[in-house]
């Protein structure tokens, strides 16, 4: 049974880090990519960055890079993601999802293949 | 950054009617292309990959077309279960972007 299991909510002020966590199970890493994804209030989903759950390969949206890290410890089959310098617009649900990538492009998850979100909240 | 254009916003309809949904890709994306339908509290459904391939167990209304840069949704007799959100995604790089959604509403 594929499980994606993320951490619960977290509430933080302008300035801080959060680190979200998802928890994978029932499926081959091989070529498995585990790409993360935000839905802000009333918005569209964003695309925030990916890493191979193989070899820990990691791309990262322009708008977020050198304020995000994703890393994997694949001992435990966990993904994590860690935003930093956090603003109120970062607000949003953070989901994980995973999918075959592979030849430069990874395939869109199936339906079982995300975790079920985690509402960041950012306020003073 | 393949920007993707969804259109429209909102659409009312009625039981029974057809639906049609349109994205557009700043540049070509062949055909790496996704429909999704997404609720309130809940994670994403897969309906079509690759512009037309419907995903096992969604019903043979929902189809899929397009290629390069123009692609289409279409629900033929709109279900009652039908009245959600739904967008597009491109996968033709690492980078996904997706549509700004399309929430269909009951007239």
């Known amino acids: 049974q594929v499980q994606l299991v993320q951490s619960g909510a977290e509430v933080k002020k302008p300035g801080a880090s959060v680190k979200v966590s998802c928890k994978t199970s029932?499926?081959?890493?091989?070529?498995?990519?585990l790409s993360w994804v935000r839905q802000a209030p009333g918005q569209g989903l964003e695309w925030v960055g990916w890493i191979s759950e193989h070899n820990g390969d990691t791309d990262t949206a322009q708008k977020f890079q050198g304020r995000v890290t994703m890393t994997t410890d694949s001992s435990t089959r966990t993904a994590y993601m860690d935003l930093r310098s956090l603003k109120s617009d970062d607000t949003a649900v953070y989901y994980c999802?995973?999918?075959?990538?592979?030849?430069?492009?990874?395939?869109?998850?199936?339906?079982?293949?995300w975790g079920q979100g985690t509402l960041v909240t950012v306020s003073s | 950054d393949i920007q993707m254009t969804q259109s429209p916003s909102t659409l009312t309809a009625s039981v029974g009617d057809r639906v049609t949904i349109t994205c557009r890709a700043s540049q070509s994306i062949s055909n790496w292309l996704a429909w999704y339908r997404h609720e309130p509290g809940k994670t994403p459904k897969l309906l079509i990959s690759?512009?037309?391939r419907l995903e096992s167990g969604v019903p043979s209304r929902f189809s899929g077309s397009g290629s390069g840069t123009e692609f289409t949704l279409t629900i033929t007799s709109l279900q009652p279960d039908d009245f959600a959100t739904y967008f597009c995604?491109?996968?033709?790089?690492?980078?996904?972007?997706f549509g700004q959604g399309t929430t269909v509403e009951i007239k």
């Open positions: 029932g499926y081959s890493l091989t070529s498995a990519g």
């Open positions: 690759e512009s037309s």
């Open positions: 999802a995973s999918s075959y990538c592979n030849v430069g492009r990874c395939f869109p998850p199936g339906s079982d293949f």
């Open positions: 995604q491109q996968y033709q790089t690492y980078e996904w972007t």
